[in-house]
């Protein structure tokens, strides 16, 4: 079975402050993909990254990055300088291949609500 | 590029009555799911296609949901007849591989059971 755990249900910052979001996964496959997704008050779910279980690089996007190590099964993401903008609830999901029916199951956590306050 | 459409954005119905909910997935992609929303639960995977066939449908919570897609271009989502339970939002999404790639997502659609 596969499972996704975001412990952190909330965190509040100061803007400009550096936040990192945890996200711990489960799952017996050998090949898996990671993402991370997120949901601004308006409600709409937005795709940031993807990450296969053979790439273990770290990987920069203007103020995002995220940090992926599998002998701790985390893939964890930073918000560098945070913006009120940022605010929004952020999920982190695994999906593995292998099994026909389940193969395509997006198994997401239960979401991290990321408040930046002015 | 033209993302997932759904529609309505928003629907406030009384329960008993059917509700439909509908889709536009992305041009090319061949996979559909639809997910459901809630506080309790959180996003959950209902049903989704492959080439408009039905692959898995084990998350439809009961019989009086269905799902449909009859062509690479449009699915549906069906509540007959609609319980106040099924308040949620409903998200459809598609990918262009079962697994690999990213699934886009809707903008959704919040339906709210009186």
């Known amino acids: 079975a596969q499972k996704v755990t975001q412990a952190q249900t909330e965190i509040s910052v100061v803007e400009k402050e550096d936040v990192t979001l945890d996200c711990v996964y489960e799952?017996?496959?050998?090949?898996?993909?990671l993402f991370w997704y997120k949901q601004p008050p308006s409600g709409e779910l937005v795709f940031l990254i993807r990450r296969n279980s053979f790439d273990e690089q770290n990987e920069i996007s203007g103020r995002y990055s995220w940090n992926f190590q599998k002998s701790t099964s985390s893939f964890n993401f930073t918000i560098t300088a945070s913006q009120v903008v940022d605010s929004a609830v952020y999920f982190c999901a695994l999906s593995a291949p292998q099994r026909e029916t389940s193969g395509s199951r997006l198994t997401f956590g239960e979401g991290t609500q990321l408040t930046v306050n002015p | 590029d033209a993302g997932v459409i759904q529609s309505p954005r928003h629907e406030v119905t009384e329960m008993g009555q059917e509700v439909t909910l509908r889709c536009k997935p992305i041009s090319g992609h061949d996979y559909l799911f639809w997910y459901r929303q809630t506080m309790m639960r959180g996003l959950e995977l209902l049903i989704y296609f492959n080439n408009n066939v039905p692959i898995d449908d084990s998350g439809m919570p009961e019989d009086r949901f269905s799902a449909k897609m009859p062509n690479a271009s449009f699915s549906t989502l069906k509540i007959q007849p609609s319980e106040p339970r099924d308040s949620a939002v409903y998200f459809c999404?598609?990918?262009?591989?079962?697994?690999?790639?990213?699934?886009?997502f809707g903008d959704g659609t919040r339906l709210s059971i009186l």
């Open positions: 799952t017996r496959d050998t090949t898996y993909y």
């Open positions: 999404a598609s990918s262009s591989d079962r697994s690999n790639q990213p699934q886009h």
